[in-house]
């Protein structure tokens, strides 16, 4: 049922994408940068990119909010990987607790 | 028991004393001179004041009064006037032992008044009495004090321990968290969060250790779910690695320990995979349970709990320590998963001689990956801008390591979804054959 190229294909432009959002950057300019170093057509990384939203939906809700606040270009990967680890706590703070 | 005896003794002091004389006829069986050194004394009122004085302080703590049951105390008493009795038979030693004894005898006994020793605690006083009369004066106003404090334990506590043991329920807990979040957990401090609660039976050191555990919690929760974050990535990367490299993927086989160029350790925390793959689902009450071996006061009761097999937990329990969880910069948590995806790369990078670039990327983009830091400062690695070659580093990264992990661990999109998309746009297939 999978056609594994293109399955591995759209897992490497997901993978690209994580990279991409690890540099604090929006669709757009996920698009722009899969495409000039990738050669990854921007209708392809924006329907990734739109797929991965829907299924991690908490995640760029938090995402969005680093980069409201984050003046962009300064939101550190680490900062993300930080976001990426704990938005669950923030999101959802009833989920922590478990005894 | 001995210790009966003296006390029956009506109003003779010194019939007491005979009588613990008598009594010490069982002691008598070492030597006499010996009585002395075989005897303790320190042993004996260790239990009222450990620091090894023969006869107890007058100041002493009145739960160890209360601790001191008629029986405990003539006990010693007895044993004591028999040693004394024994050693030294003269009167002024005697007395002035003797006298302090019924110092102790007197205040312990009033104070256990409540007890069934009342009456004898009357006999003793009255020998006190007949010895002298100095004690009289000395220990009354102490006797009272202790008096009043010591029924009161020994009504509410049986165990005449000093600290009331709290029984930090779910409310209770609730209500702290609260007040804690209210101050900012690092300027928590107990007077504070003890004004805030508002509640009377609560001691600044019953919040003061709770508070302990909470930001230890806290700090294990947090490192806990990196950890399981992680594992979650791993057990994806597996299988949309297995769907890229079989082929044949029709069914994603995770099995990471498996996994061919993954060198990564076997992780424990196992079993902290299947709750945290789907994000906003919370299953992994379980694994934390054994988080808290030892801190069973919170876990009240199992049923308190949600229950192990329901994923989405009834709110209010979970609830618990993270209630009021902070805001995503806590600091502790970004350590742990820091080291992994550079980790990872590192054993994968062992099949492929192409590490430099990869770790120059990490290195520009993140030179504290490799930290075990506590606080990761928050770097502003990418300045204005990241650079255009660190970018392309990261890509071309991506595109020659397949098997790489994903950073992030972002559920994959929907094939389907995206494939359907792709034609809707007019691209039939991917990867398509002009970039």
Redesign the interface.
Known sequence: MEDSPSASYIHQVHRLIEECILFNMNQEECMEALSRHANIKPIITSTVWKELEKENKEFFDAYSRIQAEGGSKTVSRQKILDMNENYLTILFPCLTFHE | MLAVSPLRSTTDGEQGEMESFSIGEDFADLSEGNLLESIDFDDLFMGINGDGDVLPDLEMDPEMLAEFSLSEESEIVSSVSVANNTSDNSNGNNTVTTEKQDEVIVTNFSSDSGSNSGSSGEEIASKNNESTHSVAVNPSPKESEKGRKSSTHSRNNPQGKRKVKVDWTPELHRRFVQAVEQLGVDKAVPSRILEIMGIDCLTRHNIASHLQKYRSHRKH??AR??EA?RWSQRKQFMG??S????????KREVNPWLAPTMGFPPMTPMHHFRPLHV??H?T??????HM?PKHLP??PSPAA?PPRTAPP?P?P?????????R????PT??TP??PQPLTTTRFGSQTVPGIPPHHAMYQI??P?IGIPATQ?P?????????SKE???A???D??SK?W?P??????????D???G??QR?G?P????SC?
């Open positions: 929760l947090l779910e990196a974050a949309a690695a769907v890229g490299r079989g082929g044949g993927g029709a994000w906003g919370h992994m009450d379980q694994s934390f349970v808290w919170y876990t709990w937990p709110p329990d979970p609830l618990y320590w993270h209630q009021h969880q805001a995503p910069d806590a948590p970004g998963c820091f983009l993140d504290g990761p928050p770097r502003p690695l990418l300045d204005s801008h990241p660190s970018i392309d990261a890509i071309s991506v595109l397949p790489l994903l950073p992030l661990g972002l559920k994959a999109p929907a094939l979804g995206v494939m998309e792709l746009q691209i297939k991917i990867p398509p970039a």
